[in-house]
């Protein structure tokens, strides 16, 4: 039973650019959530997205904006990238009921430079 | 807002001995509390969870109570081993509702080491 993973696992970017990470949520799970967790720090909630919509956001800029697929996969997109985005962005899955435990991916480590 | 303090680490501590990671909450309503552990190079997995006040949660020898009165919910195991070491994440959902109730707030983590 696959877990969820994600797309690519490092990534070097240069400020003002853009990225898209990638995630595949675990199987039968249809709920993804996008966390940006800083070296040292706890995950921050970024968003999460049910049946293609954007059900709840986090306090993060519009730079930060996400898609969900009808095979319930996901991308987080960042654009216009500062030096502070750098970190360990996190996709986690779900069943959608608000009390359903998430199931982590392993995680995307942004470097931007 | 609701939001979760841990104490801060790194804990150190040897084989077998006692283990406690304090964690306490602000919250409205009735949150639920969850234990999440990162092992280096790796995404969190749930430790254990509770709903509601006075439920324990345990896991592979781990366990923590709910307790609002005290607004806390304390990480214990009575004998840690090497492979325990790991970062430690207490985390908070808020009471469900409609437009906010999805959301994980974690604290900022305690890292333990154990040595043999």
């Known amino acids: 039973d696959a877990g969820v993973t994600q797309s690519p696992t490092h990534l070097i970017k240069t400020r003002g650019q853009q990225v898209t990470l990638r995630c595949s949520p675990k199987s039968g799970h249809d709920t993804v959530s996008w966390y940006q967790q800083a070296l040292g720090q706890g995950p921050q909630f970024i968003f999460q997205?049910?049946?293609?919509?954007?059900?709840q956001r986090g306090n993060f800029p519009d730079r930060f904006s996400g898609h969900q697929f009808p095979n319930y996969s996901s991308e987080l997109n960042v654009n216009a990238l500062l030096l502070g985005d750098s970190a360990l962005y996190l996709c986690?899955?779900?069943?959608?009921?608000?009390?359903?435990?998430?199931?982590f991916g392993n995680g995307t480590r942004l470097t931007v430079t | 807002g609701d939001s979760v303090t841990q104490m801060e680490g790194p804990v150190t501590l040897s084989e077998e001995a006692f283990l406690t990671i304090n964690c306490t909450y602000t919250?409205?309503?009735?949150?639920?509390l969850f234990w999440y552990v990162q092992y280096p190079g790796e995404g969190l997995q749930l430790l254990l969870k509770a709903t509601k006040a006075d439920d324990k949660g345990s896991n592979k020898g781990f366990e923590a109570t709910y307790r609002k009165e005290t607004t806390s919910f304390h990480l214990e195991k009575g004998s840690v081993q090497v492979s325990d070491s790991a970062v430690y994440f207490c985390?908070?959902?808020?009471?469900?509702?409609?437009?906010?109730?999805?959301?994980?707030?974690f604290g900022k983590g305690t890292s333990l080491l154990v040595t043999p």
């Open positions: 986690a899955s779900s069943l959608p009921e608000g009390a359903s435990p998430l199931h």
């Open positions: 919250a409205t309503g009735y949150p639920s």
């Open positions: 985390a908070l959902r808020s009471s469900t509702n409609s437009n906010s109730g999805y959301a994980l707030n």
């Open positions: 997205y049910y049946e293609e919509e954007e059900r």
